[in-house]
């Protein structure tokens, strides 16, 4: 608002006492800034019971005369007493836009006297806070966990533009005699008058029922901080701009519309698919319960009783069922979930540099619990808005309240289970030093592997680490009955004329395959076998091979459904990415490997449907290679994505290799390095063989496996797996 000027304008006292409004709820399911009754037994939407008093409201005055200024004036709603509705009343304690103190009865309104007043007209505008210079009414939603019966929580609501009478009581000349009020307005009718100011909620409010379906070795305890939301369909924060020219663009000579143009106000803070981010409230810890656990769909989704319910606030961005066809629409949403140990013991993240460590050494006197990172954890996914009975696609409503369902689920994945760095030499720990780490001789090859084991468990006092067998460790390679990302004719390294010619050393296309994997180790210590599914594809990159896995792909196979180990529910569904590189923690070249969650509920590859075909298993790789392709085309810039990121698991396989004869060790950069641009590891249990990785790509010699690593002639280093992260 500009300076008042005491020629051109006059400032009178104004009283709006006769204005009123009544409060409209939400469609079917509904809400604004004041009590929620939740029904969860029957399933209900929440209801209002009803508005709290002292709720601030914006009133936005115009004229027809775009020389008058626009008045933000800011009221207070008070429950008209007597009335079967909800009916309000306006209190106004002062004019926001120019600090002036009237009487708690009265307010200012400014305007040139030297100009007509021209026709008046006002809005009503609740929620938000009004910032009086940018002219913004700031919309800050809240994530707010439902806590008993009744719940409060802040929706936006706007009225129609409402014409309004005025009258100098002692002419034009004397301003101070201006009187204003409600066009039509009786304040002695009963109940609702005539005349009044409906508020309507806008936007929508997110109903969330949260399902915790952590249940890996028997459940876990949680807590969920907060969720990310990615969307071309809606989001939270934003603004109405109720600057004057935009006031005014709304049509001033309007003064008698039902239609609410506040669209024409509003604008989001973040655009389309960008991070939105909130955090709980208020925040509560929950160990996983499966009481009441229900089976849909031929892969056997799981829904559970709710734990309990999330609400939120967002504006729809105006997406209609065409961009459903057009393959447009597409909601991510993410979690901050922890894991809260009952013993009370500070967690590290499994992918953190120094986990091992403070698992088995300590930190600062205290020993940590390993449990996974879980700060974008993919819990809702949708490529749709709203789906009828019908099933035919709908556009989001406004004023409409709607329910999209957390799951929170996150396994314990592969790459995470192995130790960050490989075996030290007095077994007591790790080491990224080559000159402390163990190489594993090539003779008498099973009790030398056993020999690791067992010191290290002996010198460090624990039992939940074990030498990678071959049906846990092979899946990094790729497959368990081939070659991973290698040809068929590859043979072991350093026999290999070919090493110079990764043209045929390379699986040039995609492909998928099948096996049966140990996922970890479970209390009892027994390991936990699922059938695996993935799709795999080498892409050249310079002078190297980039490899792609995807893995854990739900397994349909005929006849199976009730077999637990064709786990088709898709929550170990995971990526990774291997490939040489120059830098790594070792000071130099080594082979990284990163992997990353997409779960259940994730659109990385596209929305899985719960009713996938059984097929034969055959019949499914080329669908896993054509998978495996979506996440390449997606190029760096899906590795880079700063939200996920920060969840991906990484692991670095040294390049080293020791002369039994001499004692020298070698990198792969050294002149007398003899194994070419790829570095080996031995694996197994009683039958030891090793993976090969490097420029080339991944793999092992499945045709010799279990005997393969005596072949060698130069010894590698090993690392270990732990048996399961931490869960409560």
């Known amino acids: 608002m500009e300076k008042v000027d005491s020629v051109n304008y006059a400032r009178v006292p104004l009283s709006l006492s006769g204005v009123e409004a009544v409060m409209q709820p939400l469609e079917e399911s509904s809400a604004r800034a004041l009590s929620f009754e939740l029904n969860d037994s029957q399933k209900k939407f929440p209801k209002i019971t009803g508005l709290k008093e002292g709720t601030k409201v914006l009133c936005v005055i115009r004229s027809s005369n775009i020389n008058q200024p626009v008045n933000y004036i800011q009221a207070t ?34 305007y040139k006297s030297n100009e007509d007043l021209g026709k008046l007209s006002m809005m009503l505008i609740t929620g938000g806070e009004w910032d009086p210079t940018t002219k913004r009414l700031n919309v800050e939603p809240k994530l707010v966990r439902a806590d008993g019966a009744t719940m409060d929580y802040d929706v936006p609501c706007v009225s129609e533009w409402r014409p309004l009478d005025y009258a100098f009581k002692n002419g034009p000349s004397d301003p101070s005699s201006l009187s204003i009020a409600l066009k039509g307005h009786d304040p002695n ?26 249940a890996e070795n028997g459940g876990g305890h949680y807590r969920l901080n907060g969720i990310t939301i990615r969307s071309t369909a809606f989001a939270g924060r934003g603004y109405f701009n109720l600057s004057e020219s935009n006031v005014r663009s709304t049509g001033i000579d309007v003064i008698n519309g039902k239609e609410r143009n506040y669209r024409n106000f509003w604008t989001f803070t973040y655009g389309s698919e960008q991070d939105d981010a909130y955090t709980v409230t208020n925040p509560i810890e929950h160990s996983f319960d499966a009481t009441g656990v229900q089976e ?58 120094v986990a091992d460590e403070y698992e088995l050494i300590g930190h600062n006197g205290q020993k940590y619990a390993v449990v996974p990172r879980m700060k974008a954890l993919p819990t809702y996914a949708s490529d749709r808005l709203v789906v009828k009975k019908d099933k035919s696609d709908a556009a989001f409503v406004e004023g409409t309240s709607y329910t999209l369902t957390l799951n929170l689920n996150r396994p314990d994945l592969p790459l995470e289970l192995y130790s960050q760095f ?122 190297k091979y980039v490899t792609y896995t995807l893995m854990f792909y739900p397994p349909m196979q005929k006849g199976k459904g009730n077999d637990l ?164």
């Open 189 to 214: 009718v009963a109940n609702a008058p005539l005349e009044h100011y409906t508020l309507k909620p806008v936007g929508m409010l997110l109903r969330m029922p949260v399902e915790e379906e952590m």
């Open 565 to 728: 180990k064709y786990n088709r529910r898709g929550d170990r569904l995971c990526i990774m990415r291997s490939e040489y590189v120059e830098t790594s923690p070792y000071g130099g070249p080594a082979y990284k490997l990163t992997m990353r969650y997409l779960g259940t509920y994730s659109n990385d590859v596209g929305i899985i449907s719960p009713n996938l075909p059984e097929v034969e298993e055959r019949d499914q790789k080329a669908v896993l290679a054509e998978l495996v392709d979506k996440i390449v085309a997606k190029g760096d810039t899906y590795w880079e994505d700063n939200l996920r990121k920060q969840d991906d698991i990484t692991r670095y396989f040294p390049m080293w290799q020791k002369d039994p004869t001499s004692g020298n060790i070698y990198t792969v950069n050294d002149a007398d390095y003899n194994w070419g641009p790829m570095g080996c590891m031995p694996f197994g249990v009683g039958s030891v063989t090793f993976i090969y990785y490097g420029k080339y790509g991944m793999g092992y010699d499945a045709i010799g496996a279990g005997s393969t690593y005596s072949k060698l002639t130069r010894q590698a280093p090993i690392l270990l797996m732990r048996d399961r992260l931490t869960r409560k």
């Open 296 to 353: 849909y769909g031929v892969r056997k989704l799981r829904r559970y009783e709710p734990r309990y319910y999330l609400f939120l606030w967002v504006m729809p961005r105006g997406q209609q069922p065409d961009a459903v066809a057009n393959g447009d629409v597409r909601t991510q949403i993410y979690a901050d979930v922890d894991v809260v140990p009952l013993d009370g013991r500070p967690i590290i993240y499994s992918n953190s540099s």
């Open 77 to 110: 709603w008070t429950k008209k007493a007597n009335t079967t509705n909800p009916t309000y009343t306006l209190s106004f304690t002062g004019d926001v836009t120019k600090g002036s103190t009237p009487s708690p009865s009265e307010t200012t309104f400014a």
């Open 422 to 543: 490989p075996v030290n030499k007095n077994f007591n720990g790790f080491s990224s030093d080559k000159d402390e780490v163990h190489f594993v001789p090539t003779t008498n090859i099973s009790a030398e592997v056993a020999k690791v084991e067992s010191n290290f468990r002996t010198n460090l006092n624990t039992t939940s680490w074990s030498i990678p067998t071959y049906q846990r460790f092979a899946l990094i390679a790729g497959t368990l009955f081939g070659k991973g990302t290698l040809s068929s004719s590859a043979t072991v390294l350093e026999d290999d004329k070919r090493a110079g010619q990764p043209a045929k050393f390379i699986s040039a296309d995609a492909f998928g395959d099948a096996g049966d994997y140990g996922v970890n180790k479970l209390e009892n210590g027994s390991i936990n076998i699922v059938r695996l599914l993935l799709g795999m594809h080498s892409k050249p990159v310079g002078d």
